[in-house]
């Protein structure tokens, strides 16, 4: 029997970390991203001014608001990417489990991105923003799941 590895994503809309335990109360930062739209203000990431209209008893014309902030789908892309990333890395197929931490909307993104195998690998989903917690404070935050498994160099009888 053998301890499963364990991979810890810590998300948030820009950045990423892959993370894993390396001892009691120890992680390690192995992996980072961060979006290249991650300081762009939402009116950059627009692509025109919003719409107008007219006012009906008078001349004056007023901005028509947008239904969604243009930030929400650069996020929701990121997250995308990161699923899409996992799918094609072969070192995450070394872990035997997975653990998601990023805010809720994002990580209900992340959950219908990945891919069945990964789906099976994911044992918890922590709706936190971790991104700015230093590798030394995560024990704090971040569950250790224990489940043991048979080794995998075990003879069938």
Same mark, same amino acid.
């Given at each position: 029997m053998r301890a499963p590895r364990t991979l810890y994503i810590i998300a948030d809309g820009g950045r990423v970390r892959y993370i894993e335990r390396i001892g009691p109360n120890h992680f390690k930062t192995f992996r980072k991203f961060v979006s290249a739209h991650i300081h762009e203000k939402s009116s #950059?990431? *627009? /692509?025109?001014?919003?719409? /107008?209209?007219? #006012?009906s008893g008078s001349p004056t014309r007023h901005a028509v608001e947008t239904r969604s902030d243009p /930030?929400?789908? &650069? #996020? !929701?892309?990121?997250? /995308? !990417?990161?699923a899409a990333d996992l799918r094609e890395d072969e070192t &995450? *197929? %070394?872990?035997?489990?997975? &653990?998601?931490a990023a805010p809720a909307r994002l990580a209900k993104v992340l959950r219908g991105s990945? %891919?069945?195998?990964?789906? *099976?690998?994911l044992a918890e989903c922590i709706d936190k923003d971790l991104t700015k917690i230093p590798d030394d404070n995560l024990n704090l935050h971040l569950p250790v799941i224990l489940?043991?498994? *048979? !080794?995998?160099d075990a003879t069938p009888r």
């Open positions: #950059e990431l *627009a /692509r025109d001014r919003p719409g /107008r209209v007219c #006012e /930030r929400d789908k &650069v #996020e !929701a892309d990121f997250i /995308r !990417a990161l &995450v *197929a %070394s872990f035997d489990k997975l &653990v998601f990945l %891919s069945p195998a990964l789906t *099976a690998k489940t043991f498994t *048979a !080794a995998t």
